[in-house]
């Protein structure tokens, strides 16, 4: 069996072994409806579509995906299970992309949990269903993203809960970046063009673009950078820890 395929399959059932899975995914779906009919003002808006629904899933994905990725590499190292991961015959890149893919499904099983938000919003008028679509791809995106972080900064410690924060701490920081009012505090501290630049890697404005269903592939390429660049970043931490 290909390796990166049998690493997937192994992470996959240890999420369904405990309840913390099911209780993952409830505590997902019932927050985004929530978010979505009360504290987006679905009703109010007057408006069939979903951009509520996905405006309130950066925030979500701020608790869930530190959550699910926390245990990637922290649980492997403090449970002395990471060297007999790493004695088989798999590489530190196969080992990582298995364990990112299945915490990446598993995220998009719960986007998919979401389906009866979908048909609700189609029973009550007539959305634009292309635009939904592409909504559900940028988050499934972000999602990924956020997991990649966790994924590298999981490995950085064998404390699940130290790995939870940090990549709060981190998405959270993406998230900001390039707001208006971010970009306004430090107007007058950085130079233009590190403004820019900064601007550019807010995750919530690719995230949004997409969302609003503008499908510019310099959108889709950042989220695939962004999971590239932090899953070699998980890569070569693991190597230094793995080098005597």
């Given at each position: 069996?290909?390796?990166?395929?049998?690493?997937?399959?192994?992470?996959?059932?240890?999420?369904?072994?405990?309840?913390?899975?099911?209780?993952?995914?409830?505590?997902?779906?019932?927050?985004?409806?929530?978010?979505?009919?009360?504290?987006?003002?679905?009703?109010?808006?007057?408006?069939?579509?979903?951009?509520?629904?996905?405006?309130m899933h950066p925030w979500l994905y701020l608790l869930l995906a530190p959550a699910?990725?926390?245990?990637?590499?922290?649980?492997?190292?403090?449970?002395g299970t990471l060297e007999l991961l790493l004695s088989l015959p798999l590489t530190?890149?196969?080992?990582?992309?298995?364990?990112?893919?299945?915490?990446?499904?598993?995220?998009?099983?719960?986007?998919?949990?979401?389906?009866?938000?979908?048909?609700?919003?189609?029973?009550?008028?007539?959305?634009?269903?292309?635009?939904?679509?592409?909504?559900?791809?940028?988050?499934?995106?972000?999602?990924?993203?956020?997991?990649?972080?966790?994924?590298?900064?999981?490995?950085?410690?064998?404390?699940?809960?130290?790995?939870?924060?940090?990549?709060?701490?981190?998405?959270?920081?993406?998230?900001?970046?390039?707001?208006?009012?971010?970009?306004?505090?430090?107007?007058?501290?950085?130079?233009?063009?590190?403004?820019?630049?900064?601007?550019?890697?807010?995750?919530?404005?690719?995230?949004?673009?997409?969302?609003?269903?503008?499908?510019?592939?310099?959108?889709?390429?950042?989220?695939?950078?962004?999971?590239?660049?932090?899953?070699?970043?998980?890569?070569?931490?693991l190597d230094l820890k793995r080098t005597p």
């Amino acid at each position: 069996m290909n390796p990166i395929a049998a690493v997937t399959r192994r992470e996959l059932r240890s999420y369904f072994v405990t309840p913390l899975a099911y209780v993952f995914l409830v505590i997902f779906l019932v927050m985004a409806g929530i978010l979505t009919f009360y504290a987006g003002d679905f009703y109010d808006r007057g408006q069939a579509d979903l951009q509520p629904f996905f405006a309130m899933h950066p925030w979500l994905y701020l608790l869930l995906a530190p959550a699910v990725s926390m245990r990637m590499w922290a649980e492997e190292t403090k449970g002395g299970t990471l060297e007999l991961l790493l004695s088989l015959p798999l590489t530190l890149g196969q080992a990582m992309m298995g364990k990112f893919i299945a915490a990446w499904l598993f995220m998009g099983l719960a986007l998919l949990l979401t389906f009866p938000i979908w048909i609700t919003v189609n029973y009550l008028g007539a959305p634009d269903n292309g635009v939904i679509i592409a909504g559900y791809l940028g988050s499934w995106l972000m999602a990924g993203a956020f997991l990649a972080i966790g994924a590298c900064l999981s490995a950085l410690t064998q404390s699940q809960v130290v790995a939870f924060i940090l990549t709060m701490v981190v998405c959270f920081l993406l998230i900001l970046a390039g707001q208006p009012q971010v970009m306004d505090f430090l107007q007058g501290t950085l130079p233009r063009r590190w403004l820019n630049g900064l601007a550019h890697l807010s995750m919530l404005r690719h995230f949004e673009a997409i969302a609003r269903g503008v499908l510019d592939l310099r959108d889709v390429l950042y989220f695939i950078m962004s999971i590239c660049a932090w899953l070699t970043a998980g890569v070569l931490v693991l190597d230094l820890k793995r080098t005597p």
